[in-house]
Every structure is written in structure tokens, then in C-alpha cells.
T-cell receptor, first 111, second 113 residues
């Protein structure tokens, strides 16, 4: 079983739609959680950290459920520019901040 | 600031050839990392350097060596390239503080024939 699992998609949604991505992690020692964004043939970039109480950054909302070992990302009012692959990432305690990446969920926003 | 830079951007090798991928960062970060990204596998950590003078193996270190030349530079060497090492290689760096964000370079696309 992969340590971080995501639905690969693709998710095809019209502009303006709301879309949600889910991610599960297997190691209960995971301490830090992130969503990274990766555009086609580019490097990953941090989209947002995920906090226990949930957090929002503009149109993006991240939630964490430690009991279920589940992370989510909600994108409201999708834009064409949101088209990318979204990577769920976790880091475990005492691992020199090594990150474990999910394989990513691809989002395509269309007109 | 250039951030994290990697050279070369593209490379084609024959099986058995050797090469070194270069990575440098100008953000005064303490930690540096090498990943490979393959379709359906996500990014996997090859080696990392928590601080200048230290290196450690990651998830997939076999067939690779690294050198933390100084605080800025972290190189990855393939001594005898194999087709299984065809991949996209990313270098990343991180400041050793409470924020865990890693900053990535643009990647090196390597093909081993």
C-alpha cells in the first residue's frame, strides 16, 4: 500500500465549478501536511499547508482529519489557470523534514 | 534571487555512461534534497542533506551518489547509468526552521538508452 494515496483523475470541470480532491495517508506518525501544485512539465510548488483546524486561502480550502488519516482540498469558482496536478504531501516526525508525495490528482478546467 | 537552479535541463546517456547532475540554491537554505519523478510513482526521495557536511539515503538511493559540496551546492552522480534511471530529477532545498516548505528546481529530464 502506498503511504499517500490519491485519485489520479483526471477531473474535468467547467470554469466556475467547485471541485474537491481527497487524499489518505497510512502512517499515523505523519505530522505535517501540504498540498503542492505541479503544472505540466514544471516543478512542484507549495500551494498551502494543511492545519488541524482546517484553513482557507482565497478560493482554496484544506481540511485534515487525523482520526481518519484523510486530507482534502476544495477549490471554489475554478479558473482555467487552476488546471494542474495537485500533489498531496505528508511529512513524518523525526525524518529531517523529508516529504512523502502522493502521485497527484490532475485537474482540467474547461470553458 | 535565482532560487534553485539545476543543470543540465536535458540529457541523453547510453547504458553504462556516468554523469553528474548539478544543483545550486541561493536562498541560504540548510537542507537539500534529490528526487526522481516517474509516471504513476510520484516523487521519490533519492538522497538528502539535512545540513552542510551531511548526506543520507532516501527511499531509492541505489545507483546514485551525492556530494554536498558546500552550503549552496548538492550534486547527484550516476556512476553507471541504466535504463531504469530514465526519469525527471528534481532538486529541492529548505530552510531549517519551523516552516517545512521545500523549493524545487526546474528539473533535469534524463533518458538512458
Amino acid at each position: 500500500r502506498k503511504e499517500v494515496e490519491q485519485d489520479p483523475g483526471p477531473f474535468n470541470v467547467p470554469e466556475g465549478a467547485t471541485v474537491a480532491f481527497n487524499c489518505t495517508y497510512s502512517n499515523s506518525a505523519s505530522q505535517s501536511f501540504f498540498w503542492y501544485r505541479q503544472d505540466c512539465r514544471k516543478e512542484p510548488k507549495l500551494l498551502m499547508s494543511v492545519y488541524s483546524s482546517g484553513n482557507e486561502d482565497g478560493r482554496f480550502t484544506a481540511q485534515l482529519n487525523r482520526a481518519s488519516q484523510y486530507i482534502s482540498l476544495l477549490i471554489r469558482d475554478s479558473k482555467l489557470s487552476d488546471s494542474a496536478t495537485y500533489l498531496c504531501v505528508v511529512s513524518r516526525t523525526g525524518t529531517a523534514s523529508k516529504l512523502t508525495f502522493g502521485t497527484g490528482t490532475r485537474l482540467q478546467v474547461t470553458l | 534571487n535565482a532560487g534553485v537552479t539545476q543543470t543540465p535541463k536535458f540529457q541523453v546517456l547510453k547504458t553504462g555512461q556516468s554523469m553528474t547532475l548539478q544543483c545550486a540554491q541561493d536562498m541560504n537554505h540548510n537542507s537539500m534534497y534529490w528526487y526522481r519523478q516517474d509516471p504513476g510513482m510520484g516523487l521519490r526521495l533519492i538522497y538528502y542533506s539535512a545540513s552542510e557536511g551531511t548526506t543520507d539515503k532516501g527511499e531509492v538511493p541505489n545507483g546514485y551518489n551525492v556530494s554536498r559540496l558546500n552550503k549552496r551546492e548538492f550534486s547527484l552522480r550516476l556512476e553507471s547509468a541504466a535504463p531504469s534511471q530514465t526519469s525527471v530529477y528534481f532538486c529541492a532545498s529548505r530552510y531549517a526552521g519551523t516552516i517545512n516548505e521545500q523549493f524545487f528546481g526546474p528539473g533535469t529530464r534524463l533518458t538512458v538508452l
